[in-house]
Structures are given as structure tokens and as C-alpha cells.
């Protein structure tokens, strides 16, 4: 590693302003430029560049490490296109609260005087989805402190994605080390005030109820709440992206909370509910529809509310959860209560197959999981967007935070794949399933050679039903034209033969069965195409939103 200013680069100060801060491996799709420099720059300090198909994937790759880690990431695009590309992956980090640094070639100075080739104005385009940008295209330019600031920024509550513009210029000057320092994370203890009012509306209740998101799935905050809930023996909800901060099969586990019909009956029970780190972001756009007090813990200040809390502590979870348990009154509610409400929920969003040709959606996650048990795996899960969603997110059954990946702030199709690969670069032992509609496949079609080529321990499954199922649902009575919501079946075994992994197709549940066992006994990436019967849908849908 350079010493000092001997033979530092910006680009050399840039990697070891990620290196200080925790980034192990950088996605992306280089360019002219700055590219190549960072990406040697990279190899120096140890950081890993993991090659991508397109960059929307690449910044998804590093969003769904960076939810895995609770470190930062980052992405690496060329200018134009580049960051054209990228826009999707940026509004996904930012909805999901991902941590991302994006690294763009930048302009160099004065090179408008003369062309405009490629040029559009990079951080404006990307402004409603940064949380901040800055720029590294002098010579001189201090490459090593706005890395630092950048990534301190994408770490501060709530998290979210920046965009680094560094010129090609700047990334071969020379340029100072400075001493990159990063701010420790807060440990501070609720206000004195504002933690007795949350008391004392849990002193008062008989019959709480928590809700934990996306901000609890930290190892700190994931421990305090299980304390909590035990302490108060109440029925505890996740969101999609909570799933595991209290696992599935834990006895107070409540079922799936989107603000929205399913667990509607149990909420109706509950005297008091404490919000611990759920974003509004996470929720169906409904009203909220519980009279109960209302806590919120949260890492920061909520800009929009479902409902206005009663009390509010924001500031670092643990501490707050801890102060709430010391001391808490065990509740009223039986397991029994619990568990029949969790099976109820759960009744009412299992599907079966519709009368045509394929499984049941619920069918397809659930052998799934038991092939995974029989294969004495324990892959994380990535799931994409369409109907297809719900149950996998209601039946995969998790232990811990972490153990699902979804996009649910933005809900953005082609999410599983690139976060599956993801999933199995930061974990190799445990690998990845990426749960995806054929719909959502084919944005991202291309990551299906990236898989192969990384070799990772990746199991495709693909709900084939050749329709936008979700979309299809909701057009009613409307006469659409022909082809406007589906198309004819594509032959996903052969896309992924050609790309240079594990192609497996199933029409029935004993082909599924001996597919899923195949595909992840194979060393890299497996696809398993499986033809499901989307008739089931609409009332499963009916049955979550109501």
C-alpha cells in the first residue's frame, strides 16, 4: 500500500478512502476516463471489482452487500450511459436505505469549452435519489476527504446512496493522503422525557403489539428487540425486509406487517403498538386504520408518517429497546391467542393451484425451502417483484436478519438476480436462491452471465407464467390488446445453458423436486424453470390488501 504521498494517486486516495470505511468489493461497468485507474487502484488495497452486465445491476449488487454488511458499498459507472444506466439502481439504494457510493467518470475541466459528447449534468439527474454528491476533477482535488464525507453521509440515519463524479484527470494526479476519519456510531440513550411518556403508555397497556423494519436488522438493534418482545410476551410483526429480526418460527411471530389487510385482525387486538425501525417507505399505500397509541423508534426523524406517533424516540434503536425493556409489564396475550391469529393470517394467503397446468406459487417457495433442508443448505433469499412476491415473502421461513432480500421501498423488477449474486459474494457458505417472475428475469437477463462467470453458489428459480401476473390482475374488465401484458414462453434452461450454467425445467412437483435437489448440489449457478398456475393470485391478493 502507498506510503504517504509516494506515488498516491487520486484514484489510489479514493480506494483507500473506501478501504478506511469498509468497502470490500466495488460493482460496475467501467469506461474511458477514470475507470481503470480506480479499478487497478482497487487491486492495491485489496478491494475486489466484481464485473457486471448492466449498470442498474451493478448498483443493486452493491445496495443488497451493503444491507447484508451494514457497511458501505459502492458501484463504479462511466459517464453518460453510464450513469443513465444507473439510475434505477440508485432509486432502489435509495428506498431501501442502502448505503451506496457511486463513482462516475467524470468531466474534466474545461473540456465543455469544446464538446459535449456524452455530457448531461450527472448529479442533477440523480438528485431526488442522493443524498448527497460532490465532485473530483482538478488535479489537485483532495480525492481522499470527499470520498470520506461522502461515505460518512451514505452511513448517517437514515442511509442512502451518493454519487462521486471523479475525472480522469484528477484520478492520475497525485494526491495527499489525508487522515481519513469516520465518525463512530452513536450510542446515546433516548431522551429522559420523551422514554417515560413510552413507558407509560406500555404501562398502561394489557395487550401491545411491536412491528419491527428495516432499521432493526442490525445485530445490536435485531438482539434488543427480541429482549423487548420476550419481556412483554406480545405478538411481533416484520415487514418483507425485517424478515427474520424475530424468526418465523418463534412463537410471538405475528406474520408479515405491510399496513394493509392481512393482519388487520390481530392489530385490531392490540392497545399499543411500537413501530421499532419501520420506515413509512415499507408500507401499501392505504390508510392507517389502528386507533392503538402509537410508539415510534426510528434512527431518525421520520418526513412522512402513516399516522402521527404518540411518542417518538429516535436516535440508536438498542439503547432506546433496552430502556423500554427494563422494567416492562408481561402482557396479556396467550401464545395460543399468538399462534391462532399467525395461523389465520397465514391461511388466508396460502394459494393453491388455480385448475390449470403448473404449481401453486406457495408450492414452488415451500418445496424450496424443504429441498434446501434436505440439502442441509441455508441459502440467503433474494425475491423480486410481481405476484409472485407475496408468497415468498409469507411462507419462506427465516431465522435471521438478512436471510431475505427484497426491494420494497421501490419494488423495482430485476431486483433478484443481481442481489442474489450479491448475497453469494459476500457469503460463499451459504450461497443464494433468487426467487424471480419470468417478467422481472428478463430486465436482467444478462446477470445470468455474471453468475456464471463468478461461479457463485446461486439458485435461480423462475415462476414462469409468460404474463405480468400483478399487472394482469389488476386490468379488471378492460379489453387490452393482444400481447400488451404477456408473451410467448421463453426457454429460460436454454438462455442459461448458453451462458454457461445449470439449466433445469419443471412442469410438476415431483420434476420441481428433483430439479431444486440438482440445482443446489451443483458447484455454480443453477436456473430451475418452473411453469406456475397464476390463478390463485387474485384472492391471494385479495386476502393481503383487502
Excluded at 31 to 51: P, Q, R, T, Y
Excluded at 174 to 183: R, S
Aim: charged share 15%.
Amino acid at each position: 500500500m502507498p506510503q504517504g504521498n509516494s506515488g498516491l494517486t487520486g484514484a489510489g486516495a479514493v480506494a483507500q478512502a473506501m478501504r478506511a470505511a469498509g468497502v470490500a468489493r466495488v460493482y460496475g461497468v467501467p469506461g474511458g476516463g477514470s475507470s481503470l485507474d480506480l479499478i487497478a487502484a482497487l487491486k492495491a488495497e485489496g478491494i475486489s471489482f466484481i464485473l457486471a452486465r448492466q449498470e442498474t445491476a451493478a448498483v443493486i449488487m452493491a445496495g443488497a452487500e451493503a444491507e447484508i454488511t451494514h457497511q458501505p458499498s459502492a458501484a463504479l459507472v462511466t459517464r453518460g450511459p453510464g450513469v443513465g444506466n444507473a439510475a434505477n439502481g440508485m432509486a432502489v439504494a435509495s428506498l431501501e436505505r442502502n448505503a451506496v457510493m457511486l463513482v462516475a467518470d467524470g468531466f474534466p475541466p474545461g473540456e465543455r469549452a469544446y464538446a459535449n459528447h456524452q455530457y448531461f449534468d450527472h448529479a442533477a439527474m440523480l438528485r431526488p435519489v442522493t443524498k448527497a454528491a460532490a465532485q473530483a476533477l482538478e488535479a489537485e482535488s483532495a480525492c481522499a476527504a470527499i470520498t470520506a464525507t461522502l461515505l460518512d453521509t451514505a452511513m448517517a440515519a437514515p442511509r442512502g446512496p451518493v454519487l462521486l463524479e471523479l475525472s480522469g484527470r484528477a484520478a492520475k494526479a497525485p494526491a495527499p493522503a489525508l487522515p481519513v476519519t469516520h465518525n463512530a456510531a452513536p450510542t446515546t440513550a433516548p431522551g429522559a422525557s420523551a422514554l417515560a411518556a413510552a413507558r407509560a403508555i406500555l404501562a398502561k397497556a394489557q395487550r401491545p403489539a411491536l412491528v419491527a423494519g428495516l432499521e432493526a436488522t442490525t445485530p445490536e438493534a435485531t438482539a434488543a428487540l427480541r429482549a423487548l418482545a420476550e419481556a412483554l410476551g406480545c405478538p411481533t410483526l416484520v415487514t418483507y425486509k425485517a424478515k427474520g429480526v424475530l424468526p418465523d418460527a418463534h412463537p410471538l411471530f405475528g406474520g408479515v406487517f405491510t399496513a394493509s389487510h392481512a393482519e388487520a385482525a390481530l392489530l385490531h387486538q392490540a392497545d399499543a403498538i411500537v413501530l421499532v425501525g419501520a420506515d413509512p417507505v415499507e408500507f401499501f399505500a392505504q390508510p392507517w386504520r389502528y386507533a392503538a397509541p402509537v410508539i415510534d423508534l426510528g434512527t431518525a426523524p421520520r418526513p412522512l408518517h402513516y399516522r402521527t406517533p404518540d411518542v417518538a424516540l429516535y436516535g440508536p434503536l438498542a439503547p432506546a429497546l433496552a430502556a423500554l425493556a427494563a422494567g416492562a409489564a408481561r402482557s396479556t396475550w396467550t401464545a395460543a391467542e399468538i399462534g391462532a391469529a399467525r395461523d389465520a393470517w397465514a391461511g388466508s394467503l396460502r394459494n393453491r393451484a388455480g385448475g390449470n397446468a403448473g404449481l401453486s406459487p406457495t408450492e414452488v417457495v415451500e418445496q424450496a425451502q424443504a429441498a434446501c433442508r434436505r440439502a442441509a443448505r441455508h441459502p440467503r433469499i433474494s425475491v423480486d417483484a410481481g405476484a409472485h412476491m407475496f408468497p415468498c415473502t409469507s411462507f419462506w421461513q427465516a431465522e435471521h436478519p438478512g436471510d431475505l432480500l427484497i426491494s420494497n421501498g421501490l419494488a423495482s423488477m430485476g431486483y433478484a438476480l443481481p442481489a442474489g449474486i450479491a448475497a453469494a459474494l459476500v457469503d460463499p457458505s451459504r450461497g443464494a436462491l433468487a426467487f424471480t417472475g419470468d417478467g422481472g428475469l428478463l430486465m436482467c437477463l444478462g446477470e445470468l452471465a455474471t453468475a456464471a462467470a463468478l461461479g457463485v453458489k446461486l439458485t435461480v428459480v423462475v415462476f414462469n407464467d409468460a404474463t405480468l401476473s400483478l399487472i394482469d390482475i389488476k386490468k379488471e374488465q378492460r379489453e387490452m390488446p393482444e400481447g400488451s401484458l404477456g408473451w410467448p414462453m421463453v426457454d429460460f434452461v436454454s438462455v442459461m445453458q448458453g451462458c454457461g450454467g445449470l439449466g433445469l425445467r419443471a412442469r410438476t412437483a415431483e420434476e420441481y423436486a428433483a430439479a431444486l435437489d440438482q440445482a443446489l448440489a451443483h458447484e455454480g449457478p443453477a436456473l430451475v424453470d418452473v411453469l406456475v398456475d397464476p390463478g390463485s393470485y387474485p384472492a391471494q391478493i385479495k386476502a393481503l390488501r383487502g
